[in-house]
């Protein structure tokens, strides 16, 4: 191994992963703490901030609690499928989006402002929220082209 793949595992294995990594990869949001990794073909969202990953978690677990009955999600602890892990993230991203009048769906900086005024992420209108969450569609994909 040379030196430039021990420091991209080093790397890898250092720093934390994005609580909302798949929202990111998948575009339906961005972050301005984000930094995009990659080990041979796999890619991967870290979170460079200790502080802003604690706050994204928080986020995440209120949207799966105020969501569980609207998506009849198991109890907590349990890893949800991909695609309902998708609904939660896109779709909650999008609801606070909504909910915060955001210009831009910026997970740190909705967060941010879900914080500002001695505001807390359980005053938000979680109603509204929840709707956005059942009503996300997953991109459809397109056929495959014929020859």
Known sequence: MNEASDAAVGEWTTTAPCVFDRALLAGCAQCELAQRQTLGERERVAC????????????????????????????????????????????????????????????????????????????????????DIVSWQPRRRSPPARP
């Open 48 to 131: 460079p901030s200790p502080t802003a990953r604690t706050n994204c978690a928080t986020l995440n677990a209120l949207l799966r609690e105020r969501a569980t009955f609207a998506l009849r999600l198991p109890p907590a602890g349990t890893p949800l499928a991909h695609a309902r892990a998708m609904q939660l993230q896109c779709g909650g991203l999008g609801g606070l989006r909504n909910v915060l009048a955001a210009p831009v769906a910026d997970v740190h900086r909705m967060v941010a402002m879900a914080h500002a005024g001695d505001h807390s992420l359980l005053d938000l209108a979680w109603d509204r929220i929840v709707r």
